[in-house]
């Protein structure tokens, strides 16, 4: 075979082998597009695929809007782009039906993780100037490794794992040939893939910068300068990207800082060595466990004989020790592995920097075997390997962090195995072969061990009541004003699901307005005032419209509730003012009080209409021509009709009409109210609505208001964001923050035109920055080339 053709069929097969592998785990456990299953489960389920459903119907209408009506009540959705979204994998969407999106991410998870495999190849090859086929073995590991088998429906992180060999390479470019082009456009890419694992990948790299000098005992200045100018050049090239998402986070709750995260403290003990056997956690652990460290058998033998290896230098492990101590505390002590993690303690899903020791340890393992290991090194690394193994186990089931100790026995069989070919393949290349199907039944076994416990979703449900579902919210659409929210409290393709759904991101996913949102980019401040108004929010990342009452439908311009069946469905139209109208001045001086929604929503409403009425009346007995609303001090839940009702503490929750339950029996906790819809209905026909344009988008809105009194202001249901400007009669004005979260425009007696442009905070100076940035790169180039074309 020509070294061309073996070539190829080498990045071929780094490809290949990754690919057969999950593609095999998918057939086996029947997740689409080979089964019935989907992974409509943890974060994919609930967050990835409305954000990509709602993704591929932005590239397919073209209307594409850096402010979006679907994020709760409306937010700036440039912080969910950059985090969610921007991955060039996601142009796959556009082969899909939208009910089909479940599928092009299983599509999409497979072919980012065989890409891991070609680029840990090309890494491979190139650092180390050889295309054996052994290599396929440390590439596929890196492929399947353990955070991809743990972390991988989080799928806009594997990105980073694309791309990370790259920047390695580019690293060694810069510091052996003074080349700062693949390091440059590399952590360039990874930083505006996914900011998040691309501010990890720059400390990674600070770190194996510091590593070559120590390997290379050389503190020369040029390539430190180099290093310094080209790190600095590639972040501010993305601050196109980091400027306004920055900025859009900190209206998150996720710039609160709490000190115990920075505290000294271990993350984990002695029960994390199990985790370097398959296994080592399933999905049930996935919001808690050890680092994920699995390598296969095959690298962790090689990994520890490194360090027994009298062929390898002495300055190479110390320079080797260093990166993998320095990798090894950011994943252990609590205080660096905060700083890991962008200064904020990860909820759920913790170590997600361990993918960079991995790949460590996989580069040191190869660098071990190139190094010829012995049979007695090789025997007493296996040895070792077991025993840390079983010492893992031990301590894992004696501190009930709970490994299942039959794992142990096959992670010793594997390592037995792994031996042994390790032990053929040094007689005879030939047995390649053999480490190679052992390596892939492991990663196999990992990676649907992994999986153990998920409740899949069901893809036929999904297809058909997806389909039902958006046409009912079609029709809603084709037949109603230009603006309006809608409350959905029956999604049909919840039975699609094999655990409960709550439909928070149910806007994302049909393109409809609503009040909901789970998300790690939500408006903590919106999140707050409709807390404080009897909403449901669970946690910083989440608000639910279980809550509404005629108040809120007014506020939020909920025009409709919608129930659906596979059928029919059944459509409640409100009496509401519409997104904006005339309120009294008092508006601007409202004042939420923790903890008591009723008297909040009654405040807002007088606020609004300058009256002092008491629209919810107390009550402790029945009366079955009126909805009944519950609030409570404390969860609990309620038996009204034979059916139990959930009653989240401090928010309001209809019980319907003709409520059968006994108010006398109830706990004190519980406080029971009727609205007055009479008085109600009296004080919104007094109050004039604003008109809105039919030519608008989600960035530019206009419209008029008559105003007839001089102590009125324009309230808006639209949040308040520094993005905004608003323009009254040709006039520029400043909008106020007001009712919690809300926009408040200063408008005159008379006919007011009214127009509000939105512009992301911080893009146009990012994108300033950048172009800079690109420009002071380019001219290092030039000098760089004129200069070496000077020495010739």
Not at 211 to 229: A, D, G, R, V
Not at 627 to 633: A, G, M, N, R
């Amino acid at each position: 075979m020509t070294n061309k053709r073996k070539t190829i069929l080498y990045y071929l097969l780094s490809f290949l082998l990754p690919f057969l592998i999950v593609a095999t785990v998918f057939i086996y456990l029947r997740i689409t597009p080979f089964g019935d299953q989907n992974f409509l489960l943890s974060d994919i389920g609930a967050q990835y695929i409305p954000f990509l459903t709602n993704l591929r119907h932005i590239f397919l209408s073209g209307n594409f809007s850096l402010y979006s009506f679907n994020l709760s009540l409306g937010d700036n959705m440039f912080p969910l782009i950059s985090y969610y979204l921007l991955s060039p994998f996601n142009f796959l969407l556009l082969l899909f039906p939208a009910n089909a999106v479940p599928t092009a991410l299983s599509w999409i998870i497979i072919l980012k993780i065989s890409t891991i495999g070609f680029t840990s190849s090309l890494f491979i090859k190139k650092s180390y100037k050889n295309n054996d086929f052994i290599n396929l073995a440390f590439s596929t590991v890196f492929a399947l490794c353990g955070f991809v088998a743990t972390y991988f429906y989080d799928l806009m992180w594997l990105d980073a794992l694309i791309l990370l060999p790259l920047v390695v390479l580019g690293i060694q470019s810069l510091f052996y040939k003074g080349k700062t082009t693949l390091y440059v456009s590399t952590l360039l890419l990874t930083i505006i893939t996914n900011y998040y694992l691309g501010y990890m990948t720059c400390l990674f790299s600070l770190f194996y910068f510091i590593y070559l000098l120590i390997l290379n005992k050389s503190f020369n200045k040029k390539p430190i300068i180099l290093f310094s100018i080209s790190s600095l050049l590639s972040a501010a090239m993305s601050t196109v990207i980091l400027l306004p998402t920055a900025l859009g986070m900190l209206e998150t709750a996720k710039q609160s800082v709490k000190v115990k995260n920075f505290l000294p403290t271990p993350s984990f003990g002695i029960s994390g060595l199990s985790q370097f056997g398959a296994v080592g956690s399933d999905y049930t652990q996935r919001i808690s466990h050890n680092p994920s460290v699995f390598m296969g058998s095959v690298a962790f033998i090689l990994l520890i004989s490194f360090f027994i290896n009298k062929n390898i230098t002495k300055q190479k492990k110390i320079a080797a020790s260093f990166l993998l101590v320095t990798l090894f505390l950011g994943l252990f002590i609590r205080t660096f592995n905060t700083v890991w993690h962008m200064f904020q303690h990860p909820a759920g899903f913790p170590f997600r920097n361990v993918f960079f020791f991995t790949f460590i340890a996989i580069m040191l393992a190869y660098e071990s075997w190139q190094a010829h290991p012995t049979k007695k090194n090789l025997l007493i690394s296996g040895a070792t390997a077991s025993g840390l193994l079983a010492v893992g186990y031990f301590f894992a089931n004696i501190s009930h962090n709970l490994v299942d100790p039959k794992y142990l026995i096959y992670d010793i069989g594997f390592l037995i195995l792994s031996l042994l070919g390790l032990l053929l393949i040094n007689r005879s290349r030939k047995y390649t072969y053999l480490i190679l199907i052992i390596l892939s039944f492991e990663l196999g076994f990992n990676f649907i061990g992994g999986l153990a416990g998920a409740k899949f979703g069901d893809q036929k449900p999904y297809l058909k009541n997806y389909t039902i579902e958006q046409r009912w919210f079609n029709r809603i659409n084709d037949s109603s004003d230009s603006f309006f929210r809608v409350d959905n409290n029956k999604s049909l393709i919840n039975h699609a699901y094999d655990l409960k759904y709550n439909n928070y991101n149910d806007s994302l996913l049909f393109n409809v307005k609503t009040t909901d949102l789970y998300s790690s980019t939500l408006n903590n401040n919106t999140r707050k005032m409709l807390k404080h108004l009897g909403y449901y929010s669970k946690n910083v990342r989440r608000v639910n419209s279980f809550g509404n009452t005629p108040i809120t439908n007014n506020l939020f311009d909920i025009k409709y509730k919608l129930s659906m069946s596979t059928h029919d469905y059944d459509l409640t139209k409100n009496k509401v003012l519409g997104v904006g109208f005339a309120a009294n001045k008092r508006i601007l001086k409202t004042k939420f009080v923790k903890d008591d929604p009723i008297l909040n929503q009654t405040t807002v409403w007088n606020d609004i209409t300058n009256q002092n009425k008491e629209y919810f009346k107390q009550t402790s007995a029945i009366e079955s021509d009126k909805k009944l609303y519950v609030v409570s001090q404390k969860k609990t839940s309620i038996n009204v009709n034979d059916k139990k009702i959930s009653v989240p503490a401090h928010t309001i929750t209809s019980l319907g009409k003709n409520s059968n339950l006994n108010l006398n029996s109830r706990p004190s906790s519980e406080k029971f109210y009727y609205f007055n819809n009479t008085d109600f209905a009296k004080s919104t026909k007094q109050i004039t609505k604003f008109t809105m344009s039919k030519k608008w988008n989600a960035q530019n809105i206009s419209g008029t208001i008559h105003i007839n009194k001089t102590n009125q202001t324009l309230l808006m249901s639209i949040p308040y964001d520094k993005g905004w400007d608003a323009v009254v009669n040709g006039r520029q004005v400043n909008i106020k923050r007001v009712s919690g979260n809300l926009i408040s425009i200063p408008v005159t007696q008379g006919s007011n035109n009214v127009q509000l442009k939105y512009n992301v905070p911080g893009l146009s100076k990012g994108v300033q920055i950048s172009i800079l940035s690109l420009v002071i790169y380019l001219l290092m180039l030039l000098i760089q080339y004129f200069r070496k074309k000077d020495q010739l």
